[in-house]
């Protein structure tokens, strides 16, 4: 497999996501692998190409929380809040899915978690296919994340459609991981966005 690369540019990676494609993207944080979080056989070809296990879940990309009432339901208003303070950026928050969210997106589990990423790559890309993208980062399992094309590229060449160049991502962290579905909500993962700021948006 040839892995086609736009420079800066979507290119037509809305196109091969909708064939059932995956394409690596830039983000704020780190690169990620992008399909079609709808389609189950895309997504099992995400865990294929990280060699990732099928027993661990993964994100997905939506444009905003409008767009996340398709996926998830009893959304809490403190995720609204977070939303609002956060969104677009390095936030990922974990609420109850709807049935629509396939199990190899969550590993059969009951939540799925969501992000709006801070990347005008990213979200063109989202609009122009108007679905939800997977969002994990792009990496082999185990190895440390891709913040940069090369790394990107050293890790995927031949084994996914394409990729967006977007040189290096600014952040180079993972998003901060918030479980919404627990009262008070827990920080799972200490990422793009620190732990005080999380907790004052919540008490606002």
Same mark, same amino acid.
């Given at each position: 497999?040839?892995?086609?690369v736009?420079?800066?540019?979507? *290119?037509?990676?809305?196109?091969?996501?909708?064939?059932?494609?995956?394409?690596?993207?830039? @983000?704020?944080?780190?690169? =990620?692998?992008?399909? /079609?979080?709808?389609?189950?056989? &895309?997504?099992? !070809?995400?865990?294929?190409?990280?060699? !990732?296990?099928? @027993?661990?879940?993964? $994100?997905?990309?939506?444009?905003?929380m409008?767009?996340?009432? /398709?996926?998830?339901?009893?959304?809490?208003? &403190?995720?609204?809040?977070?939303?609002?303070?956060? +969104?677009? *950026?390095?936030?990922?928050?974990?609420?109850?899915?709807?049935?629509?969210?396939? %199990?190899?997106?969550?590993?059969?589990?009951?939540?799925?978690?969501? !992000? #709006?990423?801070d990347?005008?790559?990213?979200?063109?890309?989202?609009?122009?296919?108007?679905?939800?993208?997977?969002?994990?980062?792009? /990496?082999? $399992?185990?190895?440390?994340?891709?913040?940069?094309?090369?790394?990107?590229?050293?890790?995927?060449?031949?084994?996914?459609? #394409?990729?967006?160049?977007?040189?290096? #991502?600014? =952040?180079?962290?993972?998003?901060?991981?918030?479980?919404? @579905?627990?009262?008070p909500?827990?920080?799972?993962?200490? *990422?793009?966005?620190?732990?005080? %700021?999380? +907790?004052?948006?919540? /008490?606002?």
């Amino acid at each position: 497999m040839k892995t086609l690369v736009f420079e800066n540019s979507v *290119g037509s990676a809305a196109e091969i996501i909708m064939s059932g494609g995956v394409a690596a993207v830039p @983000t704020e944080t780190v690169y =990620g692998l992008a399909a /079609n979080a709808l389609d189950r056989r &895309a997504v099992e !070809r995400v865990f294929e190409a990280k060699g !990732r296990p099928e @027993t661990k879940p993964v $994100s997905i990309f939506v444009t905003d929380m409008k767009s996340a009432e /398709n996926f998830c339901c009893h959304i809490p208003g &403190a995720a609204y809040r977070l939303a609002n303070a956060f +969104w677009p *950026g390095p936030l990922t928050m974990i609420l109850k899915r709807r049935g629509n969210v396939p %199990d190899t997106i969550t590993a059969g589990g009951e939540t799925v978690g969501i !992000r #709006c990423p801070d990347n005008k790559l990213v979200l063109e890309l989202l609009r122009e296919t108007g679905i939800p993208l997977t969002g994990t980062s792009a /990496n082999l $399992s185990g190895e440390p994340d891709a913040a940069d094309f090369d790394c990107v590229m050293k890790y995927f060449d031949g084994k996914i459609e #394409c990729a967006i160049d977007g040189g290096k #991502c600014p =952040g180079g962290v993972p998003s901060t991981v918030v479980d919404m @579905t627990s009262e008070p909500p827990v920080i799972l993962r200490h *990422g793009g966005i620190p732990d005080d %700021d999380i +907790w004052r948006a919540l /008490n606002t």
